[in-house]
Structures are given as structure tokens and as C-alpha cells.
């Protein structure tokens, strides 16, 4: 099956610090890439869509300077999280889908666990 | 407005058992329907999906059931293993609205040994 990577997979900031998390699929293209944060014991929310090659579509409450989506090529998203705060402290996950499948399927990364000191 | 609905909250059910969890949609556009397992501290992974041109799927213990008409779809897990424990969510998207998922609640599994 397509696999998704996350790196890294926990990462302890500061407040006021910014910090990248990268997304990668291994063994296929994702044109389309969406990244989510989910809350302890809550489900996950959609905060963009990722598009290769153009400007992330985020969702409606979420900053979009505040959470800077990159995806530059057809194997890699990177968020990063600027002047994080206390508040961003979640656990973030991405997802790719597979052009090469029914466009459907949604392959999710390991997640990355964010504290913010 | 929360367009996915899941129940329960969480369930309990015996080695051996079936555990069955319902969700509910309002958006008569989604045409994909998705159940995911999660493990604490890990990405979600597909289990099995449905689209609404059929009302049954299985795929070895794990069956979703899907009733267009009731704007319901459930998922059925026969002969519960302690391994089966984890939550569960139940998800709906739209192709042409570039698939973007929206998740139910969540529901959290233990089956006891």
C-alpha cells in the first residue's frame, strides 16, 4: 500500500519559534496533499489542502500566515507553524491521495506531536 | 455544523463479539465514504470504504453497511479481537470537491479478553 511519512514525529519549540514539519510520499506522486491537527481525544480537522505547484486552500479559521504551506514538489508538503504559541500544541497529521487509484483513497502520515513551551 | 455524526462515544465488547458503530450524514453530495483505525499517537489507516452504488462491503472481520435513503452507514467488526481496540473514525468526502474528508466523532473501542 501508498505510504505517507512525517518528519519529525514529536518536536518540542519555544513560544515564539517557528518550526517545519515535512510530509512525504514514498512510493508514489500525490498532486494533492491535505494536512489536519487533531486535539487529545478529539477527531481530526482539516486545515488545508495542499496542491503541488501552487497555493494551499485553507480551511475557514485557520491562518494561513500563521500555518505556511509549502508543496514543491510531487513527493513533499512542509508546515510550518510560525510564532508558535502554547494553543498550537496538537498533534498534526497529513495525508496524500494517489492519483493512480480511484482518487478517493487518502493515505495518512504517522503524525507529528507538537509542544509548544 | 457538523455534517458527520457518529455513535457511540465509545463501546466495550467482549473477545469474540461484534462491535458496530453508526454514523450519519447530512450532505447528499458525498460519495465516498471511508472508515479509518487509529492507534494512540499514530496517523490513521483505512480499514475499508464504501461508495453509495452499494449497500455492503466486506473485507475480512470488517463490514460497512450503507443505506442511502436513511443517509446512514455503519461498520460492523465480527469476532472482536483486544487487538481490535482503538478508535475509530467514520469519514464522508466528494470527488469533485477535491476529496476533502470530513471526519466523524470518533469512537473508542476496548474489547476486553
Known amino acids: 500500500g501508498a505510504v505517507v511519512s512525517q518528519h519529525p514525529s514529536w518536536v518540542i519549540c519555544k513560544s515564539g519559534t517557528s518550526v517545519k514539519i515535512e510530509c512525504r510520499s514514498l512510493d508514489f506522486q500525490a498532486t494533492t496533499m491535505f494536512w489536519y491537527r487533531q486535539f487529545p481525544k478529539q477527531s481530526l480537522m482539516l486545515m488545508a489542502t495542499s496542491n503541488e505547484g501552487s497555493k494551499a486552500t485553507y480551511e475557514q479559521g485557520v491562518e494561513k500566515d500563521k500555518f505556511l504551506i509549502n508543496h514543491a514538489s510531487l513527493t513533499l508538503s512542509t508546515l510550518t507553524v510560525t510564532s508558535a504559541h502554547p494553543e498550537d500544541s496538537s498533534f498534526y497529521i497529513c495525508?496524500?491521495?494517489?492519483?493512480?487509484?480511484?482518487?478517493?483513497?487518502?493515505?495518512f502520515g504517522p503524525g507529528t506531536r507538537l509542544t509548544v513551551t | 455544523q457538523q455534517q458527520v455524526k457518529q455513535s457511540p462515544q465509545s463501546l466495550i465488547v467482549q473477545k469474540g463479539g461484534i462491535s458496530i458503530i453508526n454514523c450519519a450524514y447530512e450532505?447528499?453530495?458525498?460519495?465516498?465514504f471511508p472508515w479509518y483505525q487509529q492507534f494512540p499517537g499514530k496517523g490513521p489507516a483505512l480499514l475499508i470504504a464504501i461508495r453509495p452504488d452499494v449497500s455492503e462491503k466486506k473485507e475480512g472481520r470488517f463490514t460497512i453497511s450503507f443505506n442511502k435513503s436513511a443517509k446512514q452507514f455503519s461498520l460492523h467488526i465480527m469476532d472482536s479481537q483486544p487487538g481490535d481496540s482503538a478508535t475509530y473514525f467514520c469519514a464522508a468526502s466528494t470527488l469533485a470537491a477535491g476529496n476533502k474528508l470530513t471526519f466523524g466523532g470518533g469512537t473508542r473501542v476496548l474489547v476486553k479478553p
Open positions: 495525508s496524500a491521495r494517489d492519483p493512480a487509484t480511484s482518487g478517493y483513497e487518502q493515505y
Open positions: 450532505n447528499t453530495a458525498f460519495d465516498y
